[in-house]
Structures are given as structure tokens and as C-alpha cells.
């Protein structure tokens, strides 16, 4: 990882040794890390969108937090991939592609939300 110039912090992601840029939102770390972490409502140019869209849901230090409202220190322990994370994540898309104007029912959720999980970065909202 190349950060010329950017203060380095140790953390542990998804169980193994790793650098994160400190003083930046962790999803904004954890992808320069490599670790991919789906939103909605964060913009990489805004610190902090509120977590309003709760796409980015992290377990960090052991409680469910967004990644965009947090930013890494020291020691941070975080998982992208625990699997109450990716269920509220499941949940926030769906309700984001309804603000959207999909709409995610029982009979097509396997045909949606893997769209909707995909392109997580693209959804906007729509005027109703």
C-alpha cells in the first residue's frame, strides 16, 4: 500500500495484520487497504455523510458501527464481513433501492438485491 505522506495506524481487518490511513473515514481506509466496503448516502469527498443509509456497517471493536462515520486508531479491529453486518447491509440496500424505486419483495429479493448489493455505490435517490 502507497500513502506517501499519510500517517499509518495498526489494525487487524477480518482477522489478519493491516495499515490503515489514519484521519480519513474508515471506508475510505478500508479501500485504500483494498477492503471494499459497499454505501449508498457516503460521498469520498465529504467526511461523513451521517451513516444515514446504514450500507457500510462494520463491526468495529467488537460493536456494529458505520464505517463512514468512523476513522481508524490505533490497535482498531474491524470486520467487513461478519455475517449480522452483511444481513443489516442486506436490509439498508433493499430499503435504499425502495427510496430508489425498486422495489424487493420474497419473489424477486434473489433476483434484486444481488443488483442492488453490486451497484450499492450507484443508487440515488428519486423524486417520488
Known amino acids: 500500500m502507497s500513502t506517501p505522506g499519510k500517517q499509518l495506524v495498526r489494525a487487524t481487518v477480518n482477522g489478519a495484520a493491516a495499515q490503515l490511513v489514519a484521519g480519513v473515514p474508515l471506508i475510505k481506509a478500508l479501500a485504500i487497504a483494498g477492503h471494499a466496503v459497499p454505501y449508498v448516502c457516503w460521498h469520498p469527498d465529504i467526511h461523513s455523510s451521517g451513516g444515514r443509509c446504514r450500507a457500510c456497517v462494520c463491526k468495529v471493536d467488537g460493536r456494529i458501527q458505520t464505517a463512514c462515520t468512523q476513522t481508524p486508531h490505533e490497535g482498531i479491529d474491524v470486520v467487513t464481513d461478519d455475517p449480522d453486518?452483511?444481513?443489516?447491509?442486506?436490509?439498508?440496500?433493499?430499503l435504499n433501492g425502495k427510496d430508489a424505486g425498486v422495489a424487493v419483495s420474497d419473489a424477486n429479493r434473489d433476483d434484486v438485491m444481488p443488483d442492488l448489493a453490486a451497484n450499492a455505490r450507484y443508487i440515488e435517490r428519486v423524486p417520488e
Open 85 to 94: 453486518c452483511v444481513a443489516l447491509r442486506d436490509a439498508a440496500i433493499a
